[in-house]
DNA sequence: AGGTATCCATACGCTTTTGCATGTAAAACG
DNA sequence: CGTTTTACATGCAAAAGCGTATGGATACCT
């Protein structure tokens, strides 16, 4: 075979991750050959064996496509305003996370990560969601102590049980939806739902 | 070898089960061969083909062995007053449900069809997953239609949005406990944050 | 322009796992 | 008590998948 330029090089890369990642989705990470993503992609498994150390090097470099950590979205939000209405940052970032998650790319690379792979080789997908949750369960936190001190949270509900009430909250919904992401979409649905939790947590403007 | 009597098979087939749980909970279900699990009860392969046609069946016993639908934990409570208070019957059904879940047997295979397989010839853990949420979620629409009827539920909630919160939730709060069981009691942090949102949800007594 | 590194295809050996076929000793049955 | 069936163990053939070694053509560098 002859030698390609570095760009069609970089292309094919690209080629066999996109083909992985479909692959991933609809037979499983254990359930899929490196060969059957080769010739998905048009290539061999020579190409593979290039490209990537193994199947586990693969899987990450699929995973490294795709990183949304939850501090981020809040910084992209980037309104100084916000530092004084901790709900409403936190509400905003959910959004924001919402919009990411339906970019085909990223919905299929996390339902590959939650529903179509189990431990193999060196890949621990349960470590990996425990830090993504460890992460974004800990800036949720900072953000309604803030809101506590501010008096914007009901004060029969200390900012941890509201962290944790959200943070169940959003990975339940996050589960349901890649689960069956054409049934709904997380973007609507996590709105409505994000609003009425927070409204529901919010201290009566009364008191 | 010399055959068995009935109450011994029976047994053997029992500790196959348990030996396939172990095994698919440490390796994976793709990672974990029929030799692995008839040596780690103590058998060879001879036993597994003579119970069960293949890894797909032996993987249906196993899942048979654990059931819990929703609506079997509210009828268990068997409490005639409970009619009357249906977001008191959410709430003891769900802490029921948590008991049952901290079954090392529960637990286990629930772990195993949510994070430790993936599909396998007609084995689809996230078809099985969907009727899960399906059923309970159905009954938490019920109790919790019930609940606004009798005025128990705020009335800038409706009860759709409050079934899809705390089935959002309790999903939430599932998955964080099945990927690390042994950080909290998913006994104890479940029957804390069910009692906090459903207060969060209840319409103040004034009204 | 020549040499070299790159990009990939092809081929080979190896291990693992599966499914079945066969053997067999004792339990179950009449 | 003899026969049949049960409950496995053992052995074998076949396929699948992995890792690597090798080959070859061309882009890239000096």
Redesign the pocket.
Known sequence: ?????????????EALLDAAEEMFIQHGVA??????I?RHA??????????F????DLFHAMLQRVRLPFQDLVEALDDPELAKKPLEAIRLACISGFEHLERPRYRRVHAILIHHCEVF?DIDPLAMQNEMVEESCGALRDYFHCAARLGHLRDDIPPELAAQLLQSLLGGLFHDWLRNYERFSIYEEGTRLVKAQLSLMRASPSE
């Open positions: 075979m002859a030698r390609k330029t570095k760009a069609e090089a970089a292309a094919t890369r359930r899929t050959s490196l060969e059957q080769a048009g290539m061999t498994r020579g190409a593979v064996y290039w490209h150390k193994n199947k586990a080789s």
